[in-house]
């Protein structure tokens, strides 16, 4: 069953078509992939399923619901990572994850259960306490995860989820998305790592100057055009580059 | 707009201990200064000693710095250095409700302010009549309206640098030109005026009526600010929409 569609997508940015129209369909479960260049579109596409913006044209549905028509419903269902660090930092550890329930309206006294199990899911129990400008860069991405499990999302939208992680804390991100997939929660990331998207992604879209090249899984997209993901990556994207 | 005004307090709560002495520094510096100090100068002013002419007027422009801070540089940082719009934007909370606990969070700053001064000055004895507390609502109004003028400002500016021309053109010939140090009547004609389309003009009438204990005179004022805060509250929004939805 398709937890998200999108039909026709258009989004322009001041006279720029940053997406020209394109229409996928994610299943309910599944973790699904956006690969391309900076500047193909995939953070626009995330965003205007993210609800925080409204697409130009064409039509996105989450949940059979419709990002222009009820984002807040949407939002209310979905858990957002975001490529930058968005945390409060006038608040610690565990008090960014009780006030981010707190916008979903959950009780204080069901996030103050949760907080601690969220925490220890991320490996984190020990900085419950800590400023948050005290984390190093990995445990800021941890949190940033836990705080997007707040309200127990049924999809979860990943924008890069481990640029600018070392090789431990990278791997540790993957075993988390790893383990949520394995409780059917439906995934959405973008990535620039291929070996991410082989690793983690039962479909990957290729995306290109705000066209979907190529959707399949990673295994058809090597089968047909040869090589390894990367090589299909590069095969079928940056023509305006080489231009 | 509650959730974002209640994430607001519980930063307040937890961090006021290390500003709260700083509300009372800067009033109490102008009251003494210029109560006492400049005061030891000036006669009576419409037989009222000097000190205590300035003292409802404090209250005034402390609420409404309270207010423009909040929603000038606090609402600024909050939407582009902390990203804490896009962080709160991720969850069923949406613009409009964003906007407004700014704008309610800002208001309320005022509120704890002008109270804050208000005891300060009922200690020192400058304060005639218990209904200055009847001001409170006002405000809280005014600094509704002070709130919308700063978030609009925010939503425009495309940098934190231009606050300082929202604070030199705009703030200070507030602060100076209300009625708060002197009647505007001893100014030419034209500035008393314009005085009166600002609404720090009108907060201080009215802190002046209600601390001496007559409302007489406030009635006008206490209309203007209502009017006031209706006829600006579409902008607020309107202005965010267009910064922040792309």
New interface residues.
Partial sequence: MDIITAQGLIKDYNGFRAVSGIDFAISRGECFGFLGPNGAGKTTVMRIISCFMPPTGGSVSVFGRDVVRDPSGIKASIGIMPQDNNLDPDLNVTENLLVYARYFDIRNKDARRLAPVLLEFVELQDKATAKIDQLSGGMKHRLLLARALVNNPEILILDEPTTGLDPHSRRAVWEKLKHLKSRKTTLLLTTHYMEEAERLCDRVAIMDSGRIVAVDTPANLTARHGGNLEDVYLKLTGRSLAD | MF?VW??HW??YT??YKTSFALNFAEPALYLVAMGFGLGAFVQDIHGVPYVKFIAPGIIASSSMFAAVYECTYGTYIRMTF???F?????????LDDLVAGELAWGATKSVIFGITIMIVVALFGLVDSPLIVLAIPFIFLCGLIFAQLSVMFAAIVPGIDSFSYFYTLFMTPLFLFSGIFFPLDSMPRAVSQLALFTPLYHLVAICRAFSSGSLNGAAWSMVWIMVVVVLLAPFPFRLMRRRI??
Avoid at chain 2, 86 to 94: E, K, R, S
């Fill in positions: 959730r209640q994430r519980t930063v937890k961090l902390q990203k804490t896009d962080a709160i934007l991720a969850t069923p909370v949406n939805i792309v």
